[in-house]
């Protein structure tokens, strides 16, 4: 089962926030939508699930168009920072509806996860606090079972341990049942260790669509004392370059040396994706 978006346009007054974007979500992988601030990733994620309508372009799932396709729809859960249900409905009767709506929705399962989170059932949903409103929405999307994933921002407001909880289930989840997880997130180095593909916008336009690993081939990490580094990296291309007192941290294009070859006092490292996505959002578009 594959989500395929081909030449898909949208504009919000004198904004464009996609540009003729062409990219395909294919079966049960996880993918990172990375992207600044406006560089039209809920609206992707809107489009796909026909929350608002693109100008132009077509969105498919297995070669059937998603427009006003409700038996396609069902297939997705999308978690985004708006609500959409009635102000007056509490927890419990949103799952009930959600159970309704997903085929596949795992009710047992949900009911542990309210508990594990201790999420208040009676309680309405506007009246939850940010972290608590996030955690009702991902209690919904790993119980839907949905063959897809949209995680728009998913761990908005919660501490660092609901954060770890909920990437850990996410994985646990995804390893018991199979399915498309695409993250759409600000916290690159979180979810570094659990993304497969990249998928990389800026300015409404798809940058980068690659698996991670072959993303970051193309350099490595050098660390130690300044002078050592700037030693080192004379003559090459720096990607990323940050100091903290007489350390510094640089990111390199190429292969990494051997171990025979690395000079004595600095520590070589694969590349880190944030490093590399703050370095291209830097970049002007080739």
Same mark, same amino acid.
């Given at each position: 089962? @594959?989500?395929?978006?081909?030449?898909? $346009?949208?504009?919000?007054?004198?904004?464009?926030?996609?540009?003729?974007?062409?990219?395909? *979500?294919?079966?049960?992988?996880?993918? /990172?939508?990375?992207?600044?601030?406006?560089?039209?990733?809920?609206?992707?994620?809107?489009?796909?699930?026909?929350?608002?309508?693109?100008?132009? /372009?077509?969105? $498919?799932?297995?070669?059937?168009?998603?427009?006003?396709?409700? +038996?396609?729809?069902?297939?997705?859960?999308?978690?985004?920072?708006?609500?959409?249900? #009635?102000?007056?409905?509490?927890?419990?009767? %949103?799952?009930?509806?959600?159970?309704? *709506?997903?085929?596949? *929705?795992? +009710?047992?399962?949900?009911?542990?996860?309210?508990?594990?989170?201790?999420?208040?059932?009676?309680?309405?949903?506007?009246?939850?606090? @940010?972290?608590?409103?996030?955690? *009702?929405?991902?209690?919904?999307?790993? %119980?839907?079972?949905? #063959?897809?994933?949209?995680?728009?921002?998913?761990?908005?407001?919660?501490?660092?341990?609901?954060?770890?909880?909920?990437?850990?289930?996410?994985?646990?989840?995804?390893?018991?049942?199979?399915?498309?997880?695409?993250? +759409? @997130?600000?916290?690159?180095?979180?979810?570094?260790?659990?993304?497969?593909?990249?998928?990389?916008?800026?300015?409404?336009?798809?940058?980068?669509?690659?698996?991670?690993?072959?993303?970051? %081939?193309?350099?490595? @990490?050098?660390?130690?004392?300044?002078?050592?580094?700037?030693?080192?990296?004379? /003559?090459?291309?720096?990607?990323?370059?940050?100091?903290?007192? /007489?350390?510094?941290?640089?990111?390199?294009?190429? %292969?990494? #040396?051997?171990?025979?070859?690395? #000079?004595?006092?600095?520590?070589?490292?694969?590349?880190?994706?944030?490093?590399?996505?703050?370095?291209?959002?830097?970049?002007?578009?080739?």
């Amino acid at each position: 089962m @594959t989500i395929k978006i081909d030449n898909v $346009s949208k504009r919000f007054g004198q904004t464009q926030a996609l540009n003729n974007v062409s990219v395909q *979500f294919g079966e049960q992988k996880i993918y /990172g939508l990375l992207g600044n601030n406006g560089a039209g990733k809920t609206t992707l994620f809107n489009v796909i699930t026909n929350r608002i309508f693109a100008e132009n /372009g077509v969105v $498919s799932m297995d070669g059937q168009v998603m427009l006003d396709n409700e +038996s396609a729809l069902s297939q997705i859960y999308m978690l985004s920072e708006a609500n959409y249900y #009635p102000e007056d409905m509490n927890v419990k009767d %949103a799952l009930y509806w959600a159970s309704r *709506f997903y085929p596949d *929705f795992d +009710s047992n399962y949900a009911k542990d996860l309210t508990n594990r989170f201790q999420l208040p059932l009676k309680k309405k949903i506007n009246a939850l606090s @940010t972290g608590y409103e996030t955690i *009702f929405k991902i209690v919904i999307a790993l %119980a839907s079972n949905a #063959p897809f994933l949209l995680l728009d921002e998913p761990v908005l407001g919660l501490d660092a341990g609901h954060r770890d909880m909920f990437y850990k289930l996410l994985i646990e989840r995804y390893s018991e049942n199979p399915c498309t997880i695409v993250i +759409s @997130t600000h916290l690159i180095a979180e979810v570094a260790k659990i993304i497969e593909h990249c998928v990389i916008i800026k300015d409404g336009r798809i940058i980068k669509d690659v698996p991670c690993e072959d993303l970051l %081939a193309g350099g490595y @990490t050098v660390s130690g004392s300044a002078a050592l580094v700037d030693e080192y990296v004379q /003559g090459k291309k720096v990607i990323y370059s940050g100091s903290l007192g /007489g350390l510094k941290t640089v990111s390199v294009s190429g %292969a990494m #040396p051997n171990a025979g070859d690395r #000079p004595e006092g600095l520590e070589f490292s694969k590349l880190n994706l944030q490093e590399y996505f703050i370095n291209l959002m830097n970049e002007e578009v080739q």
